[in-house]
């Protein structure tokens, strides 16, 4: 183990202890199976000529699901020729990545009038895919954004954007919602009759919004804003409501900062009032998303909060939390999980525990997967006290030196499966894999 970095060690001071159970401790990672991605640096370049972006090829994962059942859904793109084609792969452990299915996805358009706007500005209609969500009904929701542009003000704009397909990855409709300058569909939650809650965040540092959209003719029924445009979450709470996840911006100059808030969402679409859970993770004002990421429990939600700011100076920032919080949104337990970030080597920014997963174990605890220098840091967090279970085990060798993005999936009969894939926006060698955890 690496020693702890002096500017970390006052932090470090004030992490709890933690226990190592029997059955967390004796996990291991059996990978089912992996493919590479490339990148081809092109051809070299002569003294002053301008060098070209690498080509990368590969299967690059966006986000994971599950039905039901326990089949695994993953979303992605096929990288390759300077596009990327958005697949999914359906039942992912029991078939490789050479069964994904290209998605057939036009985009579509937010009003009758959007044609011309589009054709005026110049847009791309062709969808930008980040989530998924596999519902008891069978079918599957994508969510991204579409029509995007870059206006005459430098900034880039685009239009919520949601797909519902079958189990056979056959569009069966597409929508585009205008929702604000540029908007994209971050987290999606079904409620119990098929209907779908989709969390959307705004690039450009507008507010947050969430649509309940109609499983049936995916018309919105509500739109709510709130947030600063800066990282949100969902997930399903009670009979038929919502837990959703935001940062809130409060104060100007030195006594800004930046607080991350839980609401209830009922299914009519009432917001229920803010209760801050973390307060002040950051005091400075900046351009850096925040990191949100929920998994329903029973009597609540677990969340994870955390920056997403590879050039932050490590002295303002502030390590990962984990927090519980019950199904009226009061919040229970608050812990910090360690090896959130170390400094980057030769100064210069800082390397993240990047996109830490989590998912609710059988037993109602929480699992949280964090990767950072090579080893997958695994926590479960205990239900009603928040004590840290923890263990590690390696990142796989073909990723071995390159940040990981996680994603934690787990069974009603107990299985837990993890994968993993690039970084979105990194570039390098790396490789997308699917494993199980065995032992927990």
């Known amino acids: 183990?690496?020693?702890?970095?002096?500017?970390?060690?006052?932090?470090?001071?004030?992490?709890?202890?933690?226990?190592?159970?029997?059955?967390?401790?004796?996990?291991?990672?059996?990978?089912?199976?992996?493919?590479?991605?490339?990148?081809?640096?092109?051809?070299?370049?002569?003294?002053?000529?301008?060098?070209?972006?690498?080509?990368?090829?590969?299967?690059?994962?966006?986000?994971?699901?599950?039905?039901?059942?326990?089949?695994?859904?993953?979303?992605?793109?096929?990288?390759?020729?300077?596009?990327?084609?958005?697949?999914?792969?359906?039942?992912?452990?029991?078939?490789?990545?050479?069964?994904?299915?290209?998605?057939?996805?036009?985009g579509a358009v937010a009003s009758i009038f959007e044609p011309v706007r589009l054709y005026m500005d110049g847009a791309d209609e062709a969808p930008e895919v980040l989530t998924v969500a596999a519902t008891g009904t069978g079918s599957i929701w994508i969510g991204?954004?579409?029509?995007?542009?870059?206006?005459?003000?430098?900034?880039?704009?685009?239009?919520?954007?949601?797909?519902?397909?079958?189990?056979?990855?056959?569009?069966?409709?597409?929508?585009?919602?205008?929702?604000?300058?540029?908007?994209?569909?971050?987290?999606?939650?079904?409620?119990?009759?098929?209907?779908?809650?989709?969390a959307a965040m705004e690039r450009g540092f507008g507010p947050d919004w969430m649509v309940l959209v109609s499983a049936g003719d995916?018309?919105?029924?509500?739109?709510?804003?709130?947030?600063?445009?800066?990282?949100?979450?969902?997930?399903?709470?009670?009979?038929?409501?919502?837990?959703?996840?935001?940062?809130?911006?409060?104060g100007t100059g030195d006594n800004y900062q930046e607080n991350v808030t839980v609401r209830t969402v009922s299914r009519q679409g009432r917001l229920g009032s803010a209760t801050i859970i973390r307060q002040s993770m950051i005091t400075h004002l900046g351009d850096y998303d925040g990191n949100l990421r929920m998994s329903a429990a029973d009597g609540g939600a677990y969340i994870v909060s955390g920056w997403d700011a590879w050039d932050m100076d490590p002295s303002q920032l502030q390590p990962t939390e984990v927090t519980r919080v019950s199904e009226d949104g009061g919040l229970l337990w608050n812990k910090v999980l360690p090896e959130s970030f170390v400094p980057e080597p030769g100064g210069g920014g800082t390397i993240f525990c990047e996109d830490p997963a989590i998912a609710t174990l059988p037993n109602g605890n929480a699992l949280v997967g964090c990767a950072l220098n090579g080893q997958i840091h695994l926590h479960e967090f205990?239900?009603?006290?928040?004590?840290?279970?923890?263990?590690?085990?390696?990142?796989?060798?073909?990723?071995?030196?390159?940040?990981?993005?996680?994603?934690?999936?787990?069974?009603?009969?107990?299985?837990?499966?993890?994968?993993?894939?690039?970084?979105?926006?990194?570039?390098?060698?790396?490789?997308?894999?699917?494993?199980?955890?065995?032992?927990?």
């Open 144 to 198: 991204g954004i579409t029509n995007q542009y870059m206006g005459i003000d430098s900034d880039s704009h685009g239009d919520t954007y949601l797909a519902k397909v079958d189990s056979s990855a056959r569009p069966l409709w597409e929508r585009a919602y205008k929702s604000g300058d540029d908007q994209l569909v971050l987290s999606m939650a079904a409620a119990a009759d098929g209907d779908v809650a989709a």
């Open 382 to 440: 205990d239900r009603s006290s928040g004590v840290d279970a923890q263990t590690s085990v390696p990142t796989p060798a073909c990723s071995q030196g390159f940040p990981v993005e996680l994603f934690l999936v787990v069974r009603k009969d107990g299985a837990v499966f993890l994968a993993g894939s690039q970084i979105q926006g990194s570039v390098g060698p790396n490789c997308s894999w699917l494993g199980r955890l065995l032992g927990l």
């Open 218 to 250: 995916a018309h919105a029924i509500w739109k709510r804003r709130l947030g600063n445009g800066k990282g949100i979450a969902i997930a399903p709470a009670g009979d038929d409501g919502f837990l959703v996840a935001s940062l809130d911006s409060v």
């Open 1 to 106: 183990m690496k020693p702890i970095p002096l500017f970390l060690l006052s932090l470090c001071l004030s992490f709890p202890a933690y226990a190592q159970t029997p059955g967390i401790a004796a996990a291991k990672l059996q990978i089912l199976w992996s493919t590479p991605i490339t990148s081809d640096p092109g051809p070299p370049t002569k003294p002053g000529q301008m060098g070209f972006a690498p080509t990368e090829s590969g299967f690059l994962f966006d986000d994971v699901s599950s039905f039901p059942d326990g089949r695994i859904v993953v979303l992605g793109d096929r990288l390759g020729n300077n596009s990327d084609v958005p697949v999914l792969l359906i039942d992912a452990a029991n078939h490789g990545p050479g069964a994904a299915t290209s998605l057939n996805l036009k």
